[in-house]
């Protein structure tokens, strides 16, 4: 069982750049592909970034490539997401999410949620 608790969330102008940290439970992180997800209200959840175990494989999506960073600390069990150059359409809960296994995009394939953190993009 992993427990992922999200943090570093808030309100920002447009612009403006945070990082936010999801801390996971157990002793065996590195096992765990990680994934950030975001919803923003009214639509569906959506894929934002994934990283292997070891941290050697990112994948982010289109709609953030460029502004948007992932990374891990396998000593410290936390997964980060860089953002940076924020758009009001960034506007969304994030979520950080686990799975064994490699790096996917699909929500469906993660095992283990996160409770989210809420990010504002003021325009």
Not at 76 to 93: F, G, H, I, R
Request: hydrophobic share 30%.
């Amino acid at each position: 069982q992993v427990q992922l608790v999200e943090s570093g969330g808030g309100l920002v102008q447009a612009g403006g750049s945070l990082r936010l940290s999801c801390v996971a439970s157990g002793r065996t992180f590195s096992s765990y592909a990680m994934g950030w997800f975001r919803q923003a209200p009214g639509k569906e959840r959506e894929f934002v970034s994934t990283i292997s175990g070891s941290g050697g494989s990112t994948f982010s999506a289109d709609s953030v490539k460029g502004r948007f960073s992932i990374s891990r600390d396998n000593t410290k069990n936390t997964v980060y997401l860089q953002m940076n150059s924020l758009k009001p359409e960034d506007t969304a809960v994030y979520y950080c999410a686990a799975h064994i296994g490699r790096p996917i995009v699909t929500s469906q394939s993660y095992d283990y949620w996160g409770q989210g953190t809420q990010v504002t993009v003021s325009s």
